[in-house]
């Protein structure tokens, strides 16, 4: 195994111990906060306040990664994740666990969304070749997918544990949240293994961005209409949702979303040879609008199997764009960039998919029928017209080399 392989395999690794984190914790976060007592709006407002936490941090740390080690932040982040962890454990008070949500890592997204992201898209995008790309942020995508959907299935241990310890539920909800401040621990010990000497290039500290800008704020502003719109449908919400609409349980949410998971991570695959063959941004788009159109048709099913099935028909879709928009952004900056594109294409997302949240809460606390869903499905087709509209004509040099 070479070098660069290795700092992959860590990589991987850890990013599949966050995903099994993530995989459980959105669908318990909701149940959880409704089992203290909190109404939709609180969780919408709770699942809002840790995306904009994200945000903020990951922007702070885009900006400035230049001056520290990669290896150095991605310890602190895997520290500050497992206090996030205890912080919900134990801290029930609807504003301390607002601010615990604010300045913690926890995840309402079945995605990352996370400080670790532009992070570890840095790192890789350092130790593989520009051929390589796709294809390892692809098997990024895929260790996270398959990881997060195995997490899904977790949460129906809250229950199994209450029925065999004769624990409470509300203490057995507590428990999975100790152990996700485990896993971050976990993580933080796989980062150990990376070298201190995975830095950024310090002469371009001052100017983290250059001749890229324009096209990196550009993608900038549509990604955010996109994750604005993917806000509303964030794993919480969705699940809060099937709680509501068909008194679903955790551990049926749960298997729901496992095999969500798994035709996620199996498109990823799929997408590297779509792009290889249609380009970067005909992938994006094309696989998008109808995953869109299973969003709206959603909350017109009169019965759950229709939802399910249309819940898994997207997820087949609607995620072909994760490694395709990683690779592109990658692509189309210089490698002195790099650090600071995947942050400003990452932080806008995170801080307009947080807006959203909360006003799915308090539409599902007025109806049930599922309005979020609607205008998800409607903001992101306009999302991929104008992608589509905007940059089909600016290609990655590898596409410009295959039409040479």
Same mark, same amino acid.
């Given at each position: 195994?070479t ?16 995903a ?5 914790v959105?669908?318990?976060?909701p ?5 203290l007592g ?13 995306l ?11 900006l400035h990664a ?21 912080g ?14 604010l ?8 995605g990352?969304?996370s400080?670790?992201?532009p992070?570890?898209h840095a790192?890789?995008s ?10 390892t ?42 152990l ?20 950024t290039?310090?002469p371009?500290?001052?100017? #983290? ?12 502003a549509?990604?955010?209409?996109d ?16 709680y ?8 049926a949410a ?16 799929v997408a590297v ?6 380009g ?6 094309f696989?998008h ?12 099913? #009169? ?27 990658m692509a ?10 995947a942050?400003i ?12 949240p ?13 309005w ?6 409607g ?9 589509l ?7 990655? #040099?590898e ?5 040479r």
């Amino acid at each position: 195994m070479t070098l660069a392989s290795g700092h992959v395999s860590r990589l991987l690794m850890a990013k599949g111990l966050r995903a099994f984190g993530d995989g459980y914790v959105s669908l318990l976060l909701p149940l959880y906060l409704l089992q203290l007592g909190f109404s939709p709006l609180q969780v919408g407002i709770i699942a809002t306040t840790t995306l904009v936490g994200s945000g903020l941090l990951t922007l702070a740390v885009g900006l400035h990664a230049w001056r520290y080690h990669y290896r150095s932040l991605l310890l602190a982040a895997s520290a500050l994740m497992a206090l996030t962890g205890f912080g919900f454990a134990f801290v029930t008070d609807f504003w301390p666990l607002l601010l615990v949500a604010l300045v913690g890592t926890l995840n309402p997204s079945s995605g990352d969304v996370s400080v670790f992201m532009p992070l570890e898209h840095a790192v890789l995008s350092r130790v593989v070749t520009d051929r390589q790309r796709t294809a390892t942020f692809a098997r990024y995508s895929l260790v996270g997918s398959l990881l997060a959907a195995a997490g899904s299935l977790a949460a129906a241990l809250p229950a199994a544990i209450a029925n065999v310890s004769g624990m409470s539920s509300t203490s057995a909800l507590q428990a999975m949240f100790v152990l996700y401040a485990l896993i971050a621990l976990a993580s933080g010990f796989v980062y150990r293994g990376l070298p201190r000497a995975l830095a950024t290039d310090a002469p371009q500290a001052m100017a #983290p961005l250059g001749k890229s800008k324009k096209a990196v704020y550009t993608l900038a502003a549509l990604f955010s209409l996109d994750a604005f719109a993917g806000g509303f449908v964030v794993q919480s919400m969705v699940a809060l949702w099937l709680y509501q609409r068909f008194d679903l349980s955790p551990a049926a949410a749960g298997a729901v979303f496992f095999w969500t998971g798994v035709l996620s991570a199996a498109s990823y695959l799929v997408a590297v040879r779509v792009a290889g063959r249609f380009g970067l941004v005909n992938t994006m788009v094309f696989t998008h609008i109808p995953s869109s159109v299973c969003l709206i048709l959603l909350p017109f099913v #009169p019965d759950v199997a229709y939802a399910i099935a249309l819940l898994l028909l997207r997820s087949a879709l609607s995620q072909m764009d994760v490694p395709t928009r990683s690779s592109y952004v990658m692509a189309i900056v210089t490698p002195e960039e790099r650090p600071a594109a995947a942050s400003i294409t990452s932080v806008p997302r995170s801080l307009a998919a947080a807006v959203s949240p909360f006003l799915a809460g308090w539409m599902l606390g007025l109806s049930a029928f599922g309005w979020p869903l609607v205008l998800a499905g409607g903001v992101k087709i306009a999302y991929d017209l104008l992608l589509l509209g905007m940059f089909r004509k600016v290609k990655p #040099p590898e596409e410009e080399n295959q039409r040479r």
